[in-house]
């Protein structure tokens, strides 16, 4: 979300596993939806982390807030509005 002009998400980490099977998704994500997303969004930072364990998106805000979303067994398409999701966010608490 904008406030005055600026874009409250700085940068939106994508953490998933190489080889685990909750993972298919964000690495069909990463490979064929996340260069579009890049382009499109070029004042987004987007860190990617591989490890074992299921995936996340980690979206971290100018305010100093975090927000962690699991995306465990999710689709491409299904990450891709989580990704819109947490942009769109201003990353306030509940």
Not at 35 to 53: D, K, M, N, V, W
Request: net charge positive; proline share 6%; hydrophobic share 35%.
């Amino acid at each position: 979300m904008a406030k005055y002009g600026v874009w409250m998400l700085e940068r939106l980490l994508l953490r998933y596993s190489r080889t685990d099977g909750s993972s298919r998704g964000m690495r069909v994500f990463v490979e064929e939806l996340l260069p579009e997303l890049r382009q499109s969004h070029p004042e987004l930072l987007f860190p990617i982390h591989t490890a074992r364990g299921h995936p996340f998106l980690v979206a971290y805000y100018r305010n100093g807030r975090c927000k962690p979303v699991c995306v465990r067994n999710l689709d491409p398409a299904a990450i891709q509005d989580h990704v819109y999701w947490l942009r769109n966010s201003h990353g306030r608490g509940q």
